[in-house]
Every structure is written in structure tokens, then in C-alpha cells.
């Protein structure tokens, strides 16, 4: 599973390209997503579509960018970005995406086991080398798959990622920060920016998984807005799926 992380990092900086975000809004609406067979529950923003049901192309285009070994569960966007992409537009709301990896989505993980499974995701996430793995998996077989997704040839060159930053790494979750320069081409249209990406994973009722928020870095900007939008994520998705006091999810 350690290894699957530092792919996931490759899918994290691809799966950015559409998915543009920058402020937020505090979550509203509770959705139940099933992992491995359990009903799971997320809490997004009031006003958000689910992208497969509402927002298929989108959906698309993020299952497209995760690795075979990523099950992309579900897309959130805004409904007023979702008509901003419509007309060519770049997304004005952060991002939302739960993901859950195809080995480990059948089995349940006990405290003990999510206790010794988050230091290896902390380490694999200190040694990673987002470059090296963009390397590995071409800039070009990105775009097109991204191509393939949308129907347009799409030009795609991804600049110095660096390593993802391990903020908290707790009793419930892993959760990092990292930056990442895109240069797009699409349609005619150029474009350049830096999406920050923030990213956890956690147990929620014996089920691991990824959940991750995408916004547009703003020049001179932290990353605070994105860290408070993933912890708030997070957190909530806890409270929702916390079982009993045995649970992982229910772990100190």
C-alpha cells in the first residue's frame, strides 16, 4: 500500500488540470458514498454536484487521471463552477474527491492495523519524489488520457512538484499539503498556474481512504485555505462514520 501513496502523488497532480479551485465554503450537505461494501458519509458544500451523477465528463477526466490501483469513489464541484467549465471557464470554489485504493477497499482495518500502517504512509510520503514518478509516467501519456477523457488533444507539461508536506500525522489520519505547476494546452487555450492539492488518508469505519481538496495558489498566498478546507473535510467525515470505541475511525 506504501507504494500505491507515491502513485497516487502522480494522479493527485494530473487529476488537478480540470479541477481549479481557490476559495471555499463551509460544508453543508451529507452524502453517503459505499467503499469495500460499507455506506460511507461526506459532508461537502451546500450547492455541490456529485461530478458522476451530475457531472459525468468531469468524473470522467478524474478517473482518467488515477492509477489503476485508484478507485475514484467520487468528485465534488461547485454548481456555479460547473457552469463557469461549461463556457470554458476556470473553477472559483476548492475541489473535493474521495478515493479508495482497489486492493484495500475489501478488507477492514482495525485500530492495530491503521496504527501500524500510518508511519509507513509517513515515511513513503517523506521519501517521495513527485518528479521522478512524473517522469516515469510522461507528461505526454497524461495528456492523453486527459485527451481521451475530454475528446480534444491536450498538451500537458507539469513543472518542479517537490515533496508533499506532512502537517499532521496523527492517531486518525495522515494529512499533507503539496504545490503544483501545470502548463495546460487545450481548445487553443493556453494555460499556466499552480493548484495546491491537499491530501489525507484516514480509516472511517475500518475502511481506508483518500480524501483530497484541489484550489488555484494564488501568488504570494499560503496554503492555509486549502489545509482548513481538507481538515474540516476530514474532521467531519470522522464524526460521521465514527462506530465505537474499538474502531479506527473512533482512534485517538
Not at 487529476?15 to 452524502?31: E, M, N, R, T, Y
Not at 456529485?50 to 469513489?73: C, G, H, W, Y
Not at 501545470?182 to 499556466?192: D, N, S, W, Y
Request: aromatic letters at 8%.
Amino acid at each position: 500500500m506504501s507504494g500505491n501513496v507515491g502513485r497516487n502523488a502522480r494522479a493527485l497532480a494530473f487529476g488537478l488540470v480540470v479541477l481549479f479551485a481557490s476559495p471555499f465554503a463551509w460544508a453543508q450537505q451529507v452524502v453517503a458514498l459505499q467503499v469495500g461494501g460499507k455506506d460511507l458519509r461526506f459532508e461537502v458544500p451546500d450547492g455541490y454536484l456529485r461530478m458522476s451523477v451530475d457531472q459525468p465528463t468531469l468524473f470522467e477526466i478524474a478517473k482518467a487521471a488515477a492509477p489503476p490501483t485508484n478507485r475514484v469513489v467520487e468528485g465534488f464541484v461547485s454548481e456555479s463552477d460547473a457552469k463557469r467549465m461549461v463556457m470554458g471557464g476556470i473553477a472559483e470554489q476548492a475541489s473535493y474527491q474521495v478515493q479508495a485504493l482497489h486492493n484495500a477497499e475489501p478488507l477492514d482495518f482495525s485500530a492495530a492495523d491503521w496504527d501500524a500502517l500510518r508511519p509507513i504512509l509517513v515515511k513513503t510520503l517523506g521519501e517521495l519524489d513527485a518528479n521522478a514518478l512524473t517522469e516515469s509516467n510522461s507528461d505526454a501519456s497524461a495528456a492523453k488520457r486527459l485527451g481521451d477523457a475530454i475528446g480534444t488533444k491536450v498538451d500537458l507539461d507539469f513543472g518542479d512538484i517537490g515533496k508533499p508536506l506532512v502537517y499532521q500525522a496523527t492517531g486518525d489520519s495522515v494529512r499533507f499539503l503539496m504545490l503544483v505547476p501545470i502548463k495546460i494546452a487545450a481548445g487553443g487555450v493556453e494555460r499556466q498556474l499552480v493548484v495546491e492539492c491537499a491530501g489525507a488518508a484516514l480509516p472511517l469505519a475500518g475502511k481506508v481512504v483518500f480524501l483530497y481538496v484541489y484550489r488555484q495558489h494564488g501568488e504570494g498566498e499560503d496554503s492555509s485555505a486549502s489545509r482548513t478546507v481538507l481538515d474540516h473535510f476530514v474532521e467531519r467525515a470522522i464524526a460521521l462514520n465514527k462506530t465505537d470505541a474499538s474502531s479506527p475511525a473512533a482512534s485517538p
